[in-house]
């Protein structure tokens, strides 16, 4: 019973993920990892997508680089849900893309519920055959209406 219950659990949150159907197949698995990581606290595929160089410029405005956007992914009690993506933003050229929009992020931290309507960017960088997040930067969005 707890099998079928993680089965439909995942399911539920496969079809809750971003879709990247015009992406060129190799960024859009990539992509489709690295939003399945964060979900599922996943700290090896987190450290194979993020790029050793990488910055994320979050919501606070503060500076966090690899180490720390895995540590917060991975702590004890941190969850973030699955999650969609509106207002989608894709650019791609041959060794580089952009891929962001808005999501409605919510999970538990701190043993506390959060929920904020951010508005994102990842940059890409193809980088020895190999996709990577290189930066993101991330906003407060206004609340949908």
């Known amino acids: 019973m ?10 539920t949150a496969d079809a809750e993920m971003p879709r990247y159907p015009d992406l060129p197949p190799d960024l859009a698995a990539a992509a489709l990892a690295f939003d399945k990581a964060q979900v ?6 987190l ?7 990488y ?21 004890p009690g941190f969850t973030f849900a699955p999650f969609a993506i509106e207002q989608q933003v894709i650019r791609v ?7 962001g929009g808005v999501a409605n992020a919510h999970g538990m ?7 904020v309507r951010l508005r994102f960017t990842d940059v890409w ?3 020895h055959g190999k996709w990577q997040v290189i930066f993101t930067d ?8």
Do not use: M, Q
């Open 2 to 11: 707890l099998s079928l219950l993680l089965a439909a659990a995942l399911v």
């Open 47 to 53: 450290r194979d997508v993020l790029a050793d160089d």
């Open 109 to 115: 931290s701190d043993g506390k519920p959060y929920a």
């Open 93 to 99: 050229w041959a060794d580089g893309a952009v891929l």
């Open 55 to 75: 910055l994320l410029v979050n919501s606070r405005g503060e500076h966090e680089n690899k180490a720390d956007f895995i540590r917060d992914y991975t702590a």
């Open 125 to 127: 960088a193809k980088r």
């Open 138 to 145: 991330a906003s407060r969005a206004p609340t949908a209406t």
């Open 40 to 45: 599922t606290a996943n700290g090896a595929t």
